[in-house]
């Protein structure tokens, strides 16, 4: 799936949005891919959260399509 960018308030705690993203995501992915469903998770426990401060959109996607990610 690789990196996602995205911006929220910060009253939003990280592993709520988390949650919410993997929920919504694997709802949608089983309905789309049905061998999907005999699977207990879609998604690992893990992730990675990092504050990009004021840098532009632009350039934090420029840092993750890099050739260092490849």
């Not at 089983?30 to 893990?46: D, G, I, T, Y």
């Not at 504050?51 to 350039?59: H, K, L, S, Y």
């Amino acid at each position: 799936m690789g990196s996602r960018h995205l911006s929220a308030k910060l009253t939003i705690a990280c592993p709520s949005l988390r949650k919410a993203f993997k929920s919504r995501a694997s709802k949608y992915l089983r309905q789309e891919f049905a061998n999907l469903r005999k699977l207990p998770s879609v998604w690992s426990r893990s992730y990675c959260f990092c504050t990009a401060g004021n840098a532009r959109a632009e350039v934090i996607q420029n840092y993750i399509n890099g050739p260092h990610h490849g």
